[in-house]
């Protein structure tokens, strides 16, 4: 059985780059393909827009959850399947994750790592078991895997941890790794509390 929601966290804006704007369209085939809805922070600006577009012209589900300080600046997207409105920031991140079966993160700023590095901890402190995978168009995220590397070689993170965020260039086989994910039951945090 498929992934039925899967969340994307992606940019509010959108470079033009054309690799990307590839990218964002075969992932929205494949996500269609695969009968997986889209959910994702419920824009219609950057590359936020540019997937749930994407998705909705070919068909797919998209879900969208935004907070009432965003929709009043005009940046909601009225025409997706569902939008949920939120009080705060807070509110939308545990929608989104309430209601998705793993995590895509796409090229953005600030607000994507945040999001992105908000559910890879729960999921080492074991409060989901949803996998988490980083689409690296381009090699936008080669610095920050680099830095995870930094953090297992100076012992701040363990292996096993590490090997929690799955990385894929192309968007059909970063899907097919999360439709294969699994992780172990155990708390793996208390693993990088030794990790000489």
């Not at 804006?13 to 054309?18: A, M, Q, V």
């Not at 068909?59 to 025409?79: A, K, N, S």
Request: aromatic share 8%; glycine share 10%; proline share 3%.
């Amino acid at each position: 059985m498929g992934l039925q929601n899967i969340c994307v966290f992606c940019g509010a804006s959108f470079n033009g780059d054309p690799e990307l704007l590839r990218a964002i369209n075969e992932l929205a085939t494949e996500l269609v393909r695969r009968d997986s809805g889209l959910v994702y922070g419920g824009g219609n600006v950057g590359v936020m827009g540019l997937i749930a577009n994407a998705v909705l012209d070919r068909g797919g589900r998209v879900t969208g959850v935004i907070p009432q300080f965003l929709l009043d600046r005009e940046v909601g997207h009225f025409e997706v399947t569902k939008l949920y409105i939120t009080e705060n920031m807070h509110e939308r991140k545990k929608q989104m994750s309430d209601i998705s079966d793993a995590f895509i993160v796409l090229p953005g700023g600030f607000g994507t790592l945040e999001e992105f590095f908000e559910v890879l901890t729960w999921l080492q402190l074991g409060l989901h078991s949803k996998p988490i995978a980083l689409l690296n168009v381009g090699g936008f995220y080669d610095a920050l895997l680099e830095q995870l590397d930094t953090m297992v070689a100076r012992k701040f993170l363990s292996e096993a941890n590490r090997c929690l965020v799955i990385c894929e260039e192309d968007p059909a086989l970063l899907l097919d790794t999360l439709e294969k994910f699994s992780t172990v039951s155990t708390e793996q945090w208390f693993q990088d509390r030794n990790l000489t």
